[in-house]
């Protein structure tokens, strides 16, 4: 009886769930594949080859301007992620343990707000920010702080940092928050009864416990940064383009579809090989200290 | 903990120093968008009356905005509703997959419905294709917002509109619309405010008819237009800001009808 209620609730939200699993089919795994296959053909003037080739990838792995964007990309989005995950860490601690339970949500909302806000204008607005006559250089020299204004902040990596940071501010918050959320208070008290520190605490129980919060901040951070290709235009000048501003040429300007989906699986593929082994170095220092 | 108290503050003031900016430059009086500030004036907003093609971008985005709200929120109640189920074969992969655009890099969304849709089918680009694509990647959103709402549903009282003689579709629409309600609103406005913003997709996915974004976009390299870019800002943000709280107000109010204590955010 019970067992058969249980497979009648399954059937059922087997039917349910079928609209958006087919819709996620359609839109999103079969045009994966596509993007699969035509990396596997090539451009030949204005027609596609659609016989099968590794030419695109060996191409592709040979022009040190591709591979120079490739790993440019990977340790720009890698900063991105450093800087986010260090200064969102702070605040999803502060939020989780020193503001009372009913101001919580208030301060998430907060948080939340600026990431809903118009995109584009953002990233424009960092570029006033941070210009040779911005606010920020015009605001330190008006206080007599610098002589000069700075000209490392504008049109190079540093600014994509910056302003990605902000971006994905609340990505990194979250799950950090989340994670802190969950862990027990009293494992807390129970270690400092026992003659650890605030700090050797912090560092031997709170962190471990919320290292799978962090794990997903870095992960949600890293993963789309690779993708963006308006904050590289827009504030990144020559050295702080990234191979999704290669890969939407390839698409828009030279017309070369299957160029461009190679550039996109092997960006894919090295996010992915790059998420993997963090994964797994987090794992293995996890379980090495206990 | 005074010390962190400090930073949080300083970080709130670096997330919200764009969106305080934003205000100052499209009411001064100057072409260019640097300090000092020159002078109050609504000319820009004026300027924005003025202009058709912004129009008739905003009335682009518009449309698809909604649309999109209403078929993300529509799959999200489908999928959200699902998850509360017992489980099926391959329950995990398949909302793995529903679930994956919140993670995948977009120009990968949109540069693979770009392949399909063009090389594939040969079809033209049209707002129908950034609807697809935005109900795409705004699904995600829905459910973890509407999963809330329909996780914390007591099955007592599905069970007891079945036993009093509802259908099991009539007792959906009387008993449990009503208790989600606030949830879906939530949904409808996230989807919403997610695809007016939307920039990268668009750009790829858009035909003759810009969006408001890929317009703005376009306005970018001219500095002349910056201020009317301005004060467009101005109003979208403030739009944005006001979709946000009634969405935060219904989903906490969704919260208290199930009876929960708030865990706060919408992720």
Request: charged residues 10%; positive net charge; proline residues 6%.
């Amino acid at each position: 009886m019970f067992r058969k209620r249980l497979t009648d609730s399954g059937r059922r939200g087997l039917i349910l769930v079928s609209p958006p699993f087919l819709y996620g089919v359609l839109l999103l795994a079969v045009p994966l594949a596509t993007v699969l296959l035509f990396s596997f053909w090539t451009q030949d003037y204005l027609t596609i080859d659609t016989s099968f080739t590794f030419a695109n990838y060996s191409e592709a792995l040979a022009d040190p301007l591709y591979m120079q964007l490739l790993r440019g990309s990977l340790l720009i989005a890698g900063a991105v992620t450093v800087a986010t995950v260090l200064l969102a860490f702070p605040i999803a601690y502060f939020v989780s343990f020193h503001v009372q339970p009913s101001r919580k949500s208030l301060w998430l909302f907060l948080i939340t707000i600026p990431f809903w806000t118009s995109y584009l204008i953002r990233v424009f607005l960092w570029k006033v920010i941070l210009g040779y006559n911005g606010v920020l250089n015009s605001s330190l020299t008006g206080l007599g702080l610098i002589d000069e204004p700075l000209s490392f902040i504008l049109y190079n990596a540093n600014a994509v940092v910056i302003t990605l940071a902000h971006a994905f501010a609340p990505f990194a918050i979250l799950p950090i928050f989340v994670a802190l959320e969950k862990i027990d208070r009293s494992l807390l008290e129970a270690s400092l009864d026992l003659g650890e520190t605030r700090l050797t605490t912090f560092l031997r129980v709170t962190l471990p416990l919320a290292m799978p919060g962090v794990v997903a901040a870095v992960l949600i951070v890293f993963i789309p940064t690779i993708g963006d290709y308006v904050t590289p235009r827009l504030v990144g000048g020559p050295d702080g383009l990234m191979i999704a501003n290669m890969i939407q040429t390839q698409f828009l300007k030279l017309n070369n579809a299957p160029m461009g989906a190679t550039l996109a699986i092997l960006a894919m593929l090295s996010v992915t090989a790059v998420s993997l082994a963090f994964i797994w170095l987090n794992r293995r220092w996890l379980r090495g200290p206990r | 903990m005074k010390g962190l108290k400090v930073y949080a503050i300083a970080y709130l003031l670096f997330l919200y120093a764009p969106i305080f900016l934003l205000p100052m430059f499209a009411f001064n009086d100057a072409d260019i968008i640097a300090f000092p500030l020159s002078g109050f004036t609504t000319h820009w907003f004026e300027e924005l009356t003025r202009n058709a093609a912004l129009q008739a971008a905003v009335r682009n985005s518009l449309i698809i905005a909604a649309s999109t709200a209403v078929l993300s929120t529509i799959l999200g109640i489908c999928a959200a509703r699902a998850a509360t189920m017992a489980d099926w074969p391959l329950k995990r992969p398949m909302m793995g997959l529903i679930m994956l655009p919140l993670v995948l890099p977009e120009i990968i969304v949109a540069v693979s419905l770009l392949v399909v849709i063009v090389q594939v089918f040969g079809l033209g680009l049209s707002n129908t294709t950034i609807i697809a694509a935005h109900t795409l990647i705004c699904m995600p959103f829905s459910i973890a917002v509407l999963n809330g709402a329909f996780q914390n549903l007591d099955p007592a009282l599905e069970e007891a509109a079945l036993d009093l003689g509802e259908s099991r579709w009539s007792a959906f629409r009387l008993v449990i619309l009503p208790l989600v309600m606030p949830g879906i609103i939530s949904s409808l406005l996230i989807s919403f405010t997610i695809s007016l913003d939307e920039f990268i997709i668009a750009f790829f996915l858009s035909g003759a008819n810009p969006t408001m974004p890929v317009y703005i976009w376009g306005l970018l390299r001219f500095p002349g237009q910056l201020p009317v870019v301005m004060a467009m800002g101005t109003i979208l943000v403030a739009l944005s800001i006001v979709l946000l709280t009634i969405a935060e107000i219904m989903r906490r109010r969704g919260l208290k009808r199930a009876g929960l204590k708030d865990t706060g955010g919408f992720l």
